[in-house]
Nanobody, 126 residues
Framework: VQLQASGGGLVQAGGSLRLSCAAS????????MGWFRQAPGKEREFVAA????????SYVDSVKGRFTISRDNAKNTVDLQMNSLKPEDTAVYTC????????????????????WGKGTQVTVSS
């Protein structure tokens, strides 16, 4: 699975951005898709995950109510809509995929996922 993220940029606090990730492969709908982020000097952080059908989602507590993950299996894409952005959301965001069944955010935080794309920078100014 190859992953290509886009949509990062610079936004003021309180603003919104939408990240998109295009995936290659015929088995996209069988993969759990996710987003991770890493800020300078900080550990990589799980942000959100969505099951293959899109019916199950998980978010890190700090983004609940502000971020929404979605997918379009017909287009092999997964998006992350980010609203009410805060300076602490500044990070490189990376799209990921996992071939196993859906697991908890805690699991993904500790173990990551199988496939990783190149990141896209999100900068939120105060």
């Amino acid at each position: 699975v190859q992953l290509q993220a886009s949509g990062g940029g610079l936004v003021q606090a309180g603003g919104s951005l939408r990240l998109s990730c295009a995936a290659s492969g015929r088995t996209f709908s069988r993969h759990v898709m996710g987003w991770f982020r890493q800020a300078p000097g900080k550990e990589r952080e799980f942000v959100a995950a969505i099951s293959g059908s899109g019916g199950v989602k998980s978010y890190v507590d700090s983004v609940k109510g502000r971020f929404t993950i979605s997918r379009d299996n017909a287009k092999n894409t997964v998006d992350l809509q980010m609203n009410s952005l805060k300076p602490e959301d500044t990070a490189v965001y990376t799209c990921t995929a996992d071939a196993s069944g859906f697991r908890s955010g805690t699991y993904y935080q500790g173990n990551g996922m199988d496939y990783w794309g190149k990141g896209t920078q999100v900068t939120v100014s105060s």
